[in-house]
């Protein structure tokens, strides 16, 4: 029954043993009692493969999936796939889905948002981003996940079909994709883009800092070493610049929702005033009714309120940008954790965390739609 | 002066809270065990002249390998004025009482102490959140001794937490302690910065953990 790992050779020299369960403690009593020193080099060795087991399963080096159904939502991608997620299905779904490209980014990336319509011309929209910041994983994971539960639901949900049947959704799953690839290739924890300016041998510009919003204020830094850096002016970075303009042209975005991780927060502005926006009032309750909706799933707890009160000053962001462009409805998402696994939460929480957030943005959806404005 | 009632999703009491949880980390963590802050119930906040400002809470705990084994505190911080070096005091009760871990613990010491190679390990989480299981006592051991670093180098304008280990090794010794040279990264919520930590943690199942060397480390560029 015994298992030989390291075969016996000759007296004084080490053997190494598996020993099934049962015959543990029959063998421990009898090294005891003939005087054999041993210790425990790996206490369960099923535990381990397994382990290994789900590693591999894991990182596999993938062959292309065939259709958005062969994808794994259940674990983190890079670049490459999540684009060729977005060609697949778009393919899979002509008259639903269609992607459009705002923009370049500092490296020459495409810059690719989904369009979700069921048709009309330029009807009122519902905007959601994730991944501005690079290294909140969960929200570019999640922003997948989202794509394929509208086309999943578009007809046998009837609060999305309703939705669908007068706006439509945009929806910008890799919004700092140079930034992405910097995670993937070099630091995990990168949170910038990847501009360069001469002056500086510092890299990067904190999108979120960049918008003219209370541009330049206390709540974003001056120097091109700090992860909140402004950058040299507003819209500065392509990757805003993208956005601002496809918000410019569009001109009948009525939602906004800016998604990071993590710390599980809704917020809404303003983040460079304590001056309440006029709609604090409305905000406040549709955050409420948002994260109560979240929280009815897995019990995850959201702490909720304006930017500037619930976290921090914070000048140059993209929701206040947004709500002085008259987007009511801004908000911003952090997702899981609040700090066990911070921004390496494991690939497990993924779907359960985009389940979640589902709910609370079709609450968000369906407020847009029944409050026109 | 008289307490005043904050609520609780406001970022100052947040970040106070976050204070007391890492200071009962220290505290209170094992190799089997690592208190973590769950949800802040109920924070007052006194400023008292000519001292600093202390904040009351209450506050759930769980623990990072058991979500749902939580338990109810109350803390009270206190940010001194005058001195920006001296850390905070902080002052807390547990109700009930925290998960025995004397087997685990002494499992993880013999399986340490029997080591014929010291200890050397990696991004603990990996990029994906992986933690393999026979690293789970390092990163708990790391998550309490940075709950000692995050205690000292706090201040109302931060919010640390312990973001990645990104090496460990272990340091044999000829005494029975256990020694272990850890670089971590703490992430700092209000700047959003990833600072790179050197600390050098000390641990004994009877003696408990002690951080006998620790500096800040210049950030990659």
């Known amino acids: 029954q015994l298992d030989f790992w390291l075969s016996p050779r000759g007296t004084g020299d080490p053997v190494d043993v598996r020993v099934p369960f049962p015959s543990l403690q029959p063998l421990k009593a009898h090294l005891e009692a003939n005087g054999v020193p041993y210790s425990i080099m790996i206490e369960d060795v099923q535990a381990l493969v397994d382990h290994e087991q789900m590693q591999m399963f894991r990182h596999r080096r993938r062959l292309q999936p065939l259709s958005t159904d062969a994808f794994d939502y259940s674990s983190y991608h890079n670049l490459d796939e999540i684009y060729a997620f977005m060609d697949l299905l778009v393919a899979e779904n002509p008259n639903l889905v269609s992607k459009l490209e705002i923009g370049r980014s500092t490296e020459d990336r495409p810059l690719y948002v989904l369009k979700f319509s069921k048709g009309g011309t330029n009807r009122p929209a519902i905007w959601i981003d994730t991944g501005i910041h690079s290294r909140e994983w969960v929200t570019q994971a999640s922003g997948v996940w989202f794509a394929k539960k509208i086309v999943q639901d578009q007809e046998k949900d009837e609060g999305l079909a309703s939705i669908l049947d007068q706006m439509d959704i945009f929806l910008e799953i890799v919004t700092n994709p140079d930034g992405f690839v910097f995670t993937h290739t070099t630091n995990r924890m990168w949170r910038k883009t990847r501009s360069k300016r001469s002056g500086s041998f510092c890299v990067g510009v904190d999108p979120n800092r960049n918008w003219d919003a209370g541009f330049g204020g206390s709540g974003s830094s001056s120097n091109p070493c700090s992860e909140t850096y402004r950058g040299p002016y507003a819209n500065s970075e392509p990757e805003v610049q ?8 569009h001109g009948n975005i009525k939602a906004f929702i800016s998604i990071h991780s993590y710390s599980q927060l809704l917020l809404y502005p303003y983040g460079y005033t304590t001056t309440p926006v006029p709609d604090a009032e409305e905000l406040h309750q549709v955050a409420e009714e948002a994260a109560a909706a979240l929280s009815s799933l897995y019990g995850t707890k959201y702490t909720y309120g304006s930017i500037i009160s619930t976290i921090y000053q914070a000048s140059g962001g993209t929701i206040d940008w947004t709500y002085n462009q008259g987007i009511k409805y801004s908000f911003t998402f952090e997702l899981r954790d609040t700090g066990r696994y911070g921004f390496l939460l494991p690939a497990s929480q993924i779907v359960p965390t985009a389940q979640e957030t589902w709910l609370a943005l079709k609450v968000i959806m369906r407020h847009t739609l029944e409050h026109p404005y | 002066s008289p307490a005043l009632e904050l609520p609780p999703s406001h ?180 700047s959003q910065e990833i600072i790179p930590w050197q600390m050098t943690v000390l641990w004994h199942p009877q003696h408990g953990i002690e951080v006998t060397q620790n500096s800040r480390q210049p950030k990659h560029v």
């Open chain 1, 242 to 249: 993208a956005i601002v303009n496809f918000v410019k042209n």
């Open chain 2, 11 to 190: 970022s100052l009491p947040g970040r106070a809270a976050a204070l007391a949880a890492a200071f009962i980390a220290w505290r209170r963590g094992t190799p089997g065990r690592g208190p973590a802050l769950r949800a802040l119930s109920r924070a007052r906040r006194q400023d008292i002249d000519g001292v600093g400002h202390k904040y009351h809470l209450e506050f759930v705990l769980e623990d990072i390998f058991e979500k749902d084994s939580t338990v109810n505190c109350t803390a009270e911080v206190l940010y001194h004025l005058g001195n920006k070096n001296a850390a905070p005091d902080v002052q807390f009760t547990i109700e009930g009482e925290l998960k025995n871990t004397d087997e685990a613990d002494n499992l993880f010491y013999n399986r340490i102490k029997s080591l014929k190679n010291e200890l050397v390990a990696e991004n603990i989480p990996d990029s994906y959140g992986n933690v393999p299981p026979e690293m789970e006592p390092i990163r708990a051991l790391a998550w309490a001794a940075s709950g000692y670093v995050i205690w000292k180098n706090s201040n109302e304008n931060t919010k640390y937490q312990l973001a990645q280990i990104k090496h460990v090794k272990q340091v044999k010794r000829s005494d029975e302690y256990l020694e272990f040279d850890y670089m971590i990264l703490l992430h700092e919520n209000v």
